[in-house]
């Protein structure tokens, strides 16, 4: 028998393993034709997940809020997360997890509490939200015109699908010449951006909205570093103008760390380059993380299927 080729990923759906280019979701499963569904992703760095027990944590928070039950327990998902990093044999890798509704089961009334709910994940090649290169002279940024969708229709805090504001920000950054975007609510205060957290930086107090975006590990981490390095930090409504006049901005997210900002609606910041807080934060973050902070080793030895 060939061995199956893992070198683009690996994948597990309902309950088999195979390479990342197999796997598919039915045309007919409610995750997809509706965004019923919940996701999350953790990273593996230098062959370790960063806060992998966090993440399920977080995972299995959005799928009890979207009333999702799977099969796999907690314990099965982190042997799961493990196996397809395994099987692709990646040192750095982005891994996700989602949790479909599935489908009316036959002879059932066409409702969300009558499907069999399943789940999948993967791993692949690490993905930069911002590329390396953007980090190092900073992202340019603009503040979307388009609203984050309201918080009491769409729980931001649960990790969905529901990218329209978020996928529209994107073009108005890419039509305006811009790497990314920061979205607000319709009250005008920061909320997140497509796939990551926001902070400003002013008077040398790290701010971050309090809500009206998702809870991110990343965001916690960050609040961690302040602490470690004694910076003040604030964690509660930002109103556009402060951020349009904050000392520096960086994002925040998995596939990517603390990320710099040089740029807001054409504003430079610093000289147009990362800003000394947001730069010392970076950097002990990936200290830290080559410490082994908050690492749980991948088992790569055990492959038997
Ligand atoms: N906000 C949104 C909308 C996201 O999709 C993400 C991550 O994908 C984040 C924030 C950052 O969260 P985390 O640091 O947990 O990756």
């Given at each position: 028998?060939?061995?199956?080729?893992?070198?683009?990923?690996?994948?597990?759906?309902?309950?088999?393993?195979?390479?990342?280019?197999?796997?598919?979701?039915?045309?007919?499963?409610?995750?997809?034709r509706r965004?019923?569904?919940?996701?999350?992703?953790?990273?593996?760095?230098?062959?370790?997940?960063f806060?992998?027990?966090?993440?399920?944590?977080?995972?299995?928070?959005?799928?009890?809020?979207?009333?999702?039950?799977?099969?796999?327990?907690?314990?099965?998902?982190?042997?799961?997360?493990?196996?397809?990093?395994?099987?692709?044999?990646?040192?750095?890798?982005?891994?996700?997890?989602?949790?479909?509704?599935?489908?009316?089961?036959?002879?059932?009334?066409p409702?969300?509490?009558?499907?069999?709910n399943?789940?999948?994940?993967?791993?692949?090649?690490?993905?930069?939200?911002?590329?390396?290169?953007?980090q190092?002279?900073?992202?340019?940024?603009i503040?979307?015109?388009?609203?984050?969708?309201?918080?009491?229709?769409?729980?931001?805090?649960?990790?969905?699908?529901?990218?329209g504001?978020?996928?529209?920000?994107?073009?108005?950054?890419?039509?305006?010449?811009?790497?990314?975007?920061?979205?607000?609510?319709?009250?005008?205060?920061?909320?997140?951006?497509?796939?990551?957290?926001?902070?400003?930086?002013?008077?040398?107090?790290?701010?971050?909205?309090?809500?009206g975006g998702?809870?991110?590990?990343?965001?916690r981490?960050?609040?961690?570093?302040?602490?470690?390095?004694?910076?003040?930090?604030?964690?509660?409504?930002?109103?556009?103008?402060?951020?349009?006049?904050?000392?520096?901005?960086?994002?925040?997210?998995?596939?990517?760390g603390?990320?710099?900002?040089?740029?807001?609606?054409?504003?430079?910041?610093?000289?147009?380059?990362?800003?000394?807080?947001?730069?010392?934060?970076?950097?002990?973050?990936?200290?830290?993380?080559?410490?082994?902070?908050?690492?749980?080793?991948?088992?790569?030895?055990?492959?038997?299927?």
């Amino acid at each position: 028998m060939t061995m199956p080729d893992y070198s683009d990923g690996a994948a597990y759906v309902d309950g088999r393993y195979m390479p990342v280019g197999e796997a598919s979701v039915p045309i007919l499963d409610w995750g997809y034709r509706r965004s019923d569904v919940t996701y999350d992703v953790v990273g593996v760095w230098d062959g370790a997940f960063f806060r992998l027990d966090d993440h399920i944590a977080r995972f299995r928070a959005s799928m009890t809020a979207l009333r999702l039950h799977p099969q796999e327990t907690d314990a099965e998902l982190r042997e799961i997360l493990m196996q397809v990093v395994r099987l692709s044999g990646l040192r750095e890798a982005y891994v996700a997890m989602d949790c479909l509704r599935g489908r009316p089961k036959p002879g059932m009334k066409p409702h969300p509490a009558n499907c069999r709910n399943r789940l999948t994940a993967y791993a692949i090649p690490w993905v930069w939200v911002v590329s390396p290169d953007v980090q190092a002279r900073g992202a340019h940024l603009i503040v979307a015109k388009t609203p984050r969708i309201p918080e009491e229709s769409i729980d931001p805090r649960v990790k969905n699908f529901h990218w329209g504001d978020l996928t529209r920000a994107l073009f108005e950054a890419h039509d305006a010449g811009a790497d990314n975007a920061v979205l607000l609510d319709t009250a005008g205060l920061v909320t997140e951006g497509p796939g990551f957290n926001v902070f400003a930086v002013r008077d040398g107090v790290v701010i971050t909205p309090d809500r009206g975006g998702l809870e991110g590990i990343t965001r916690r981490s960050v609040l961690e570093l302040c602490a470690d390095l004694g910076l003040p930090c604030e964690v509660r409504p930002l109103p556009l103008a402060e951020l349009q006049d904050s000392d520096e901005v960086f994002l925040a997210t998995t596939a990517g760390g603390i990320m710099p900002a040089s740029r807001l609606d054409g504003r430079i910041m610093n000289n147009d380059r990362p800003g000394p807080i947001s730069a010392r934060l970076r950097a002990r973050f990936w200290e830290r993380r080559a410490e082994g902070w908050h690492a749980t080793p991948v088992t790569y030895a055990e492959v038997a299927l």
